[in-house]
């Protein structure tokens, strides 16, 4: 659990300009989850008799203001497979077959439009951590809690082949704490402190083109 503290205010996301973010999350939202709540129900039932359970993955994340929240996504891992680990590597044994096309797709990722639709969650911001890492962030790195999680991100962006640098880590879980994460709370501060609403468009485009926008 988040360990409450002081979050310092921002300069760039001021009242007018968080309003515009949250004006376009919510409008391209509900216009998202109009043209592909069909994906996402094809998703929902190929999940449920792949892992045979749920086709919906629901699990506790941190989000704005260190507050928790359901993070909603389409389930691509086996329930019946104890768990050890909160990170996964390429070819997790957890991962199911269907639930490996549904991750290399992104499809998995569809269900966070009723998140952001709710205000839990931004289409560009910090990826939203499982309780415990935001117990490390100290002084300036708590800025990054002052803004919605996104969906996507230029942390995301970077480390979009993260679970394969993991796999080939003897030691995944300290890698992750001791190099990826603290890299990823750097280039969220760098993205929130220097916010453009442009940006985060340029973000979307790279993330949906998976190429980099200049």
Not at 10 to 32: P, Q, V
Not at 46 to 61: E, L
Not at 99 to 107: A, E, N, S, T
Not at 111 to 134: E, K, T
Request: aromatic share 14%; with cysteine.
């Amino acid at each position: 659990m988040f360990k409450h503290q002081k979050i310092p205010k921002l300069a760039m996301l001021n009242y007018k300009n968080e309003m515009l973010k949250r004006s376009f999350d919510l409008t391209m939202a509900i216009l998202g989850l109009f043209f592909v709540w069909w994906i996402i129900l094809l998703g929902w039932i190929f999940a449920y008799y792949d892992a045979g359970k749920s086709g919906f993955f629901v699990q506790k994340r941190v989000g704005r203001y260190g507050r928790l929240f359901n993070v909603i996504k389409l389930r691509t891992m086996r329930s019946d497979i104890p768990v050890m680990t909160t990170i996964t590597t390429d070819g997790d044994s957890r991962i199911t077959n269907i639930g490996g096309i549904l991750r290399q797709l992104k499809i998995d990722e569809l269900p966070q439009l009723i998140n952001v639709i709710f205000g839990d969650m931004s289409f560009v911001g910090p990826r939203p951590d499982v309780p415990g890492y935001a117990d490390y962030l100290n002084g300036d790195d708590s800025i990054i809690l002052r803004v919605r999680p996104g969906i996507t991100g230029p942390a995301s962006i970077k480390y979009k082949h993260e679970n394969i640098m993991l796999r080939v880590q003897s030691d995944p879980e300290a890698y992750n704490r001791s190099v990826i994460w603290p890299d990823k709370v750097r280039i969220n501060k760098n993205y929130i402190k220097n916010w453009s609403f442009w940006k985060d468009i340029s973000f979307i485009m790279q993330t949906i083109f998976d190429r980099k926008i200049c």
